[in-house]
């Protein structure tokens, strides 16, 4: 009679941890690859980089970022949205913290549709050391204009698996 109550606590106990491991442990493939594919986004507010030539910006100046990072291919995909700059966008770079914690721009965007209101799309291909800052939200999306070079809008990318 005890071992019954001992083997329901048991069984209990490995189906609990099988279930810990199947939802917090990376899916393995034959291959090695991850297939995960993750969801990005971020909103851009006015740039802190701006410093002592930051002046005041209309409430209707924004940014947004949306796209998909397919670990399985390392390619990021991204569609970026902004309007009411002062004046015409120049650059879009992602700047990143690597792992001592300094920020670079790590690379830029093409601009599909220069403006003061634009767009930006398209897709990057990123090697593992980049995919694990952009993973851990490392990464940011600047905008340039040609008013303020240091970058007048910028944004967190934000991850989660889609």
Known sequence: MKHTG???KLSF????ISTICLFSCKRE?????????????GTAVTSSVRGSQQLPTPLSTMGTLTGTYNAATNVLQYNITWK?????????TIDGADRSGNISSLFKLQITTPGV?????????L?????????RGNWDYVIHSSSFTGGEL?????VSPY
Do not use: C
């Open 6 to 8: 001992l083997l329901k």
């Open 13 to 16: 106990l490995t189906l609990f």
């Open 29 to 41: 493939y034959a291959d090695g690859m991850d297939r995960t594919v993750y969801a990005l986004s």
């Open 84 to 92: 009411g700059l002062s004046s015409t966008a120049t650059d879009i």
């Open 117 to 125: 209101n634009g767009t930006s799309a398209g897709s990057v291909s």
């Open 127 to 135: 090697y593992e050391a980049q995919e694990d800052g952009l993973l």
């Open 154 to 158: 910028s944004g967190q990318i934000k």
